[in-house]
């Protein structure tokens, strides 16, 4: 069977805010920082359990 095509409503100049959310220790969040860095991303943590409801159904 074939993928239906999903047409996006907007036009190609109007900006959008893309927002990922995955759980990683805080030392592979510096490296992210690190590389991320110059790429003009603006990243931003939220320590599971405190300030984040996290991934999962239940925070432990």
């Known amino acids: 069977m074939a993928k239906k095509k999903v047409d996006i409503l907007l036009p190609d100049h109007v ?3 893309v927002v990922t959310r995955k759980e990683m220790t805080i030392a ?23 300030y984040s409801p996290g991934l999962r ?3 432990k």
């Open 15 to 17: 900006m959008v805010e």
């Open 28 to 50: 592979s969040y510096r490296k992210l920082l690190e590389s991320d860095k110059g790429k003009g991303w603006r990243i931003q943590a939220y320590q599971i359990g405190v």
């Open 57 to 59: 159904e239940e925070v």
